[in-house]
């Protein structure tokens, strides 16, 4: 029986035949011997199916039927994957660097194979230009209780162990990748910090695009998780560094 691959790259689209190939390429470039990758299309009605088709050699399993949405399409990702571990690289991002995927494999083997691997994040622009780091820097030792000061960590720089992800609440429309890394965390039980930069992040993202539904969202799902006065005194702090940022660098 041949064993499972090292990770599982899963790659969420629609319609977006103007930044998929980068993605595919970023990921092709990686070592394919340790890596799983999955494509799932939401029945796109522009040109991704025949990228999809163009590059199946690098692809190892790929659907394309219409979805509930993001993060049911995510769901579907999960369902299919059957690598050690997961990773979400979606239309537009990519990874790193070429060594990136041996570099987590490596930390993995040499840590006991941590339940979660986590790292910076580097922006992007349509050009694939660098804007700079993400805003928010990951915490030294990242745990669900470092979430109660916002989405401290890129989705697209989290690594987890497959047994441990649980599928996307759909009840969030916006703000279920929030929900999903606070319960990997809880579900965690070595979590380990590769200080190395893991993603490229298009800076044209889900939540980035529907900013007050995300907050919304997100208050919700801090109060379950941290009580209604922490997170309001929380988010006094957490507004104010936001808009430092947003005045010394001119973008969030």
Partial sequence: MKPNPFISIITVVYNSDKYLEKTILSIAKQNSTIVEYIIIDGGSKDDTINIIQKHKQHI????????????????????????????????????YDTSTVESIAKIAQSQNFPDVIY???????????????????????LSWKS??????????????????????????????????????????KNVYNSKLILSRYLDNGFSKNNIPKALSERFVI???????????????LISFRFFSFLIRNKRF
Avoid at 61 to 88: R, T
Avoid at 119 to 141: A, C, F, H, M
Avoid at 222 to 236: A, D, E, P
């Fill in 147 to 188: 979430l109660i000061d916002g989405l401290v960590i890129c989705h697209q720089s989290f690594i987890v162990k497959r047994n441990i992800a649980p599928k996307y609440n759909l009840k969030y429309k916006i703000a279920a990748d929030y929900d999903w890394i606070l319960k990997c965390l809880k579900n965690s």
């Fill in 60 to 95: 190892q399993k790929s659907i394309s039927e219409p979805d509930n949405g993001l993060y049911d399409a995510m769901n579907k990702g999960l369902e299919m994957a059957s690598g050690e571990y997961v990773w979400f690289i979606n239309s537009g991002d990519k990874i």
């Fill in 222 to 236: 801090m109060i379950k998780n941290y009580g209604f006065i922490r997170t309001t005194l929380n988010h006094i």
């Fill in 119 to 141: 790292g910076e994040t580097i922006i992007i622009d349509e050009n694939e230009q660098e804007i700079g780091p993400r805003r928010l820097k990951v915490p030294k030792n």
